[in-house]
């Protein structure tokens, strides 16, 4: 019925992808909420590329140690 190495694939996946949305929710970088909800969603949706992709989007003076 269900392969079990594919389940555990993709239960691991939406992990990591839960992780980078969490990361970027949870970020000190001083952005306005609803830049902020973007990047969550971006890194739900894409995972680490779309966090990383956001993070490069945002001015350096106003990221705090990521």
Known sequence: ????GL???VITLMILHLAF?????N???VIDPKRRT????LSFI???AGYYF????IPCELIDGE
């Open 1 to 4: 019925m269900f392969d079990i």
């Open 7 to 9: 389940l555990v694939g």
């Open 21 to 25: 949305a969490w990361k970027a929710l």
């Open 27 to 29: 970020s000190t970088s």
């Open 38 to 41: 973007s990047w969550t969603l």
């Open 46 to 48: 894409l995972g680490p």
């Open 54 to 57: 956001y993070l490069g989007t």
